[in-house]
Every structure is written in structure tokens, then in C-alpha cells.
């Protein structure tokens, strides 16, 4: 099982671009998540869904859209970057039974210039 | 307040020292809460569940004190590749479902 995948792995943006970063999971989870972490800061909830069409916000959605058309797929788009969101963004899946443990993919590294 | 805190530390450490951090935590609502272990420009991986009795894993205990609102990490015999930061979370079920992370402890195990 490659567990959860993100792509790209690192992307470099001009201000006002706009982007979608893909995850994938294989382990059937129901919750995905995103979040972005950045100095000091911690990792923060950006959008998360707790089934496939459903999203909701987190605490730092502004700026951000998802979509969840796929179980399996949790896409996270800018429409025009700035140069606010320059940072590390993680995807993570969950079940909400048994371990609740969270997965969590190797991250994609945003650089908006 | 931030609703999971922990000390940024670094701990500098001998290898063979045992160390322990503790995490804070703001809501009451909290049910599940974890420790993971985060490397530099990695993601982050659970480490250990704490579960409301400890837990034991190795050379790591984990401990939850609901009354107080906090959990513990203790290393024993470190190792330098126990070098990391360490990331306490909590999972607040309800309305919301989701985890809140703490900004991490940093450790240094020194040979």
C-alpha cells in the first residue's frame, strides 16, 4: 500500500496563479484532511471531509476550495496565490473507528513569489 | 490561550538520559489524544495512542491526566536517532470532528 500521496512535491508560484494539489489515499479512510504548517505555527486545519462530496471548513480555509468527487481523492485548489500561502501543506486521512490514527502524506513545499 | 500547548524546548540530552515533555490541553471535549513524531521537512508519524490508563511502547510512556487536562512523553535510554520534534495532538469529537496539534517539542539527543 503506498498509503497517502501528494502531488507535486514542491511547486514555485508568481503571485496570482493558481494551482491544485492532489492527494490520494488507499486505505479506504472516510476523513481527509488539509492542513498547512508553517514556522511556530503548527500544523492548521485548512479543509477536511468526512466522506466523499462532503468538505468543510477548517481554521485557516480563506483563500483555499477543495473538492472530494472520489473516496479516494482530496484536492486542494488556490484560484490566485499569494504570497501568504507559502508554505508546507500536508494531506492526512483518518477513519473514525478503530485507531483513529491519522496518516499522513510527504507533503508538497508551495513557494509564492 | 492556545487549545494544545507544549514547551518548543530544544532538550539537549545526553544519549542514554531519559527525557519527558508534557502537553496542555484547553477543551474538555477532547476524547482521543496522541503523540507523533515529526522529522526535519518530513511528516509527521504517530509515535504512540495514550490511552486513559498509560501506555508503554519500548522506551516510551505516555500518560493522560484527564483531571488536569495534560499528557506526558517519557524517553528513556535516549538515542540519537530519537532526535525529533515531538507533536501532541488531540482529537475533539461532536459537531466537529478534528484534531488539534501542538507546535511541537524539539529534541536534541547528543552523543
Known amino acids: ?113 | 490561550r492556545k487549545e494544545v500547548e507544549q514547551d518548543p524546548g530544544p532538550f539537549n540530552v545526553p544519549e542514554g538520559a531519559t527525557v519527558a515533555f508534557n502537553c496542555t490541553y484547553s477543551n474538555s471535549a477532547s476524547q482521543s489524544f496522541f503523540w507523533y513524531r515529526q522529522d526535519c521537512r518530513k511528516e509527521p508519524k504517530l509515535l504512540m495512542s495514550v490511552y486513559s490508563s498509560g501506555n508503554e511502547d519500548g522506551r516510551f510512556t505516555a500518560q493522560l491526566n484527564r483531571a488536569s487536562q495534560y499528557i506526558s512523553l517519557l524517553i528513556r535510554d535516549s538515542k540519537l536517532s530519537d532526535s525529533a520534534t515531538y507533536l501532541c495532538v488531540v482529537n475533539i469529537k461532536g459537531g466537529t470532528y478534528k484534531y488539534i496539534f501542538g507546535t511541537g517539542t524539539r529534541l536534541k539527543v547528543l552523543a
Not at chain 1, 496565490?81 to 508546507?88: E, R
Open chain 1, 1 to 113: 500500500n503506498a498509503g497517502v500521496t501528494q502531488t507535486p512535491k514542491f511547486r514555485v508560484l508568481k503571485t496570482g496563479q493558481s494551482m491544485t494539489l492532489l492527494c490520494a489515499q488507499d486505505m479506504n479512510h472516510e476523513y481527509m484532511y488539509w492542513y498547512r504548517q508553517d514556522p511556530g505555527m503548527g500544523l492548521r486545519l485548512i479543509h477536511y471531509s468526512v466522506g466523499e462530496g462532503t468538505t468543510a471548513k477548517g481554521e485557516v480555509p480563506d483563500g483555499y476550495n477543495v473538492s472530494r468527487l472520489k473516496k479516494q481523492n482530496f484536492l486542494l485548489g488556490l484560484e490566485s496565490a499569494a504570497p501568504s500561502q507559502t508554505s508546507v501543506y500536508f494531506c492526512a486521512s483518518s477513519s473514525p473507528t478503530g485507531s483513529e490514527t491519522q496518516y499522513f502524506g510527504p507533503g508538497t513545499r508551495l513557494l509564492v513569489l
